[in-house]
């Protein structure tokens, strides 16, 4: 249980770079990381705009003189400091990625930066060879991933209790950008532009976030290989896709599809995973996140509860309110910064048995985004060909 009590011995000193007054993922980012108090925010390159960024920094408590015009100067005189950040989180369009990890390696900080971590699979293999010469983690924030009834999935299909797993089926499909809102809105703008959002759009911006739910509930599927098929129905979109539908087969025999999709008119989220074996399926859609539902084959459908006592003792242990109240995104956010923190805190101490022992998406998970969607545009591109999985 969560319940307030110090989840680390001190409070790591914490800068961000991007989620400024007008972005989307800021403040998630900061209510996240602070909420258990197992970070402190003292500096920010918070805007592409720096006096927006300076104004926005002290307008949440940064002092003035934290609030960097840009991210390579926060770095090098926080280095300085004796107080100066340990740890940066990045919250910048993906064209930045890259560039601002990798110089916050090279600067000794540990990382969290936003999905996805880069656009190539070399690039995300650079950081990690990075990371491991500096010690340091790297976080990826799909969020939900620290929700508990993640958790639960994942120990009831260790435990057998689905029989052997044949199909995955995953979505991410919402309906806010079924007509071109780009034209009056730069948050999405840049998500259809090649140059920022790199090689997709809807495959690397929401596709991704399911997969890693996969990865986290069946941690023993390898795909094989995959076919995509990618459309743009606002046309200006070309050559970025506004719907995807990808069909993976893995090692296992199993079979797996992901349907990452922006124009699902109506649609607020709808983000889901079911996960089908021999016996029995379970479903998790991220409107209803408290709930997994568990359908065993000739026998009523059964709705599990977050917060109660015949959970796995592993989604319980993050629970802070109780079964009956919803706990959402923010709390699945807060806990993984918990597991950010720690396993920064077990690298800095050389406890590899401590680091070892902490699930969190990290540098594994950041590279195999990138290699998902570089796999997919291969497959679309070629005209929806099957593809081995490089
Ligand atoms: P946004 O356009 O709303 O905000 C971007 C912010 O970054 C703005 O404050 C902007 O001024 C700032 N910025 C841009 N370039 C900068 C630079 N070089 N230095 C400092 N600040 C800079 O974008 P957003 O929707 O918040 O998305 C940001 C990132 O978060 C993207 O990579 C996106 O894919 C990701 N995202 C992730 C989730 C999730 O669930 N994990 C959800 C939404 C967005």
């Known amino acids: 249980m969560i319940n307030g009590e110090n989840l680390v011995p001190t409070s790591i000193p914490w800068g961000m770079v991007g989620g400024g007054r007008q972005s989307q993922i800021g403040y998630i980012h900061r209510s996240a990381a602070l909420r258990d108090g197992v970070f402190k925010l003292v500096a920010g390159a918070f805007d592409i705009d720096a006096q927006r960024g300076r104004d926005f920094g002290t307008a949440i408590g940064v002092d003035a003189d934290r609030c960097y015009a840009e991210y390579k100067t926060m770095f090098a005189t926080e280095a300085q400091r004796p107080d100066g950040i340990r740890a940066v989180s990045i919250a910048t369009p993906n064209g930045t990625h ?17 999905k996805p971590l880069c656009f190539t699979t070399a690039e995300a293999e650079e950081l990690r060879a990075l990371a491991a010469s500096k010690n340091k983690i790297v976080g990826v924030t799909y969020g939900y991933a620290g929700h ?31 007509e071109a809102v780009e034209a009056a ?41 995959l076919m995509c098929s990618r459309q743009s129905f606002v046309k200006s979109r070309a050559p970025l896709e506004d719907n995807a539908f990808t069909i993976m087969e893995y090692d296992t ?4 599809y992901v349907w990452s999709c922006a124009v699902n008119a109506g649609s607020m989220h709808g983000q889901k995973i079911r996960v089908i074996g021999s016996k029995a399926s379970i479903e998790w859609w991220d409107e209803r996140p408290n709930q997994i539902t568990y ?14 006592g015949y959970l796995h003792p592993t989604a319980l242990a993050d629970d802070r309110i109780g079964g009956g109240h919803p706990e959402g995104l923010f709390e699945a956010w807060s806990n993984l910064y918990v597991r950010y923190a720690q396993a920064m805190l077990a690298s800095d101490r050389g406890d590899a048995a401590a680091l070892a022992a902490i699930h969190y998406p990290g540098i594994e998970a950041g590279i195999e985004g990138v290699r998902w969607v570089e796999n997919c545009v291969r497959s679309a591109d070629a005209g ?5 999985y490089t």
Request: aromatic share 6%.
């Open 98 to 114: 890259f560039a601002i990890s990798k110089a916050a390696l090279e600067a000794r900080l540990h990382v969290v930066c936003e």
């Open 148 to 178: 508990q009834m993640i958790k639960q999935a994942r120990e009831m299909i260790a435990a057998g209790e689905l029989g052997d797993i044949r199909i995955v089926q995953m979505q991410f499909a919402h309906g806010f950008h079924n």
């Open 185 to 225: 809105n730069p948050a999405t703008q840049w998500r259809v532009d090649p140059k920022m959002a790199g090689p997709s759009y809807v495959l690397g911006d929401i596709g991704t976030h399911p997969l890693y739910l996969s990865e986290v509930m069946l941690p023993a599927l390898k795909i094989r290989r």
């Open 253 to 256: 025999g199993a079979v797996g």
């Open 295 to 308: 359908e065993v084959q000739g026998k009523p459908l059964q709705v599990l509860e977050r917060g109660m």
């Open 384 to 388: 929806a060909t099957w593809v081995d």
